[in-house]
């Protein structure tokens, strides 16, 4: 159908990763997001909480720049924690106004995201992280079997 294929778009796929000092994480996902570009007709930008560049309001502008009107957020997380729950949220503005506060063992700042205007009026819908799902575990088996040889 011709307008499914408008609307698709009209639709950005943004990954979201923790960040850190080391490139390990920054790769991976970038790696993430140039598969799912290949196989995929939507764009997809990468933005990272902190340490990492793009942020995520800084991937939000781009691909609000590149014409789309709805965003999938998806954080690139094993598992629901604090940034998946409150800090992510947070920075894309779905919190409601509740405080942001982090409550956890390490500390580092989000201030530049926070800083950092979004500048997109369209849909933002956030989804749920990697999770229990059997893929991984077919991931897990090729681990432990390769080691095995």
Do not use: C
Request: glycine share 10%; net charge negative.
């Amino acid at each position: 159908m011709d307008s499914n294929s408008s609307s698709k778009s009209k639709i950005g796929v943004l990954l979201v990763g923790h960040g850190s000092r080391l490139p390990y994480g920054e790769e991976v996902i970038n790696g993430l997001a140039k598969i799912y570009r290949e196989q995929s007709d939507y764009p997809v930008g990468v933005g990272f909480m902190n340490m990492n560049k793009p942020s995520i309001p800084s991937a939000i502008n781009e691909l609000s720049q590149a014409g789309v009107e709805k965003i999938i957020v998806t954080p690139v997380f094993l598992a629901h924690g604090v940034h998946t729950k409150q800090d992510i949220p947070h920075i894309l503005g779905l919190d409601n106004g509740q405080e942001h506060g982090h409550g956890h063992g390490h500390d580092h700042s989000h201030q530049d995201e926070e800083d950092e205007e979004i500048k997109f009026d369209g849909e933002i819908i956030y989804t749920e992280p990697l999770g229990s799902d059997p893929r991984l575990v077919e991931i897990l088996k090729d681990r432990v079997n390769n080691s095995l040889q």
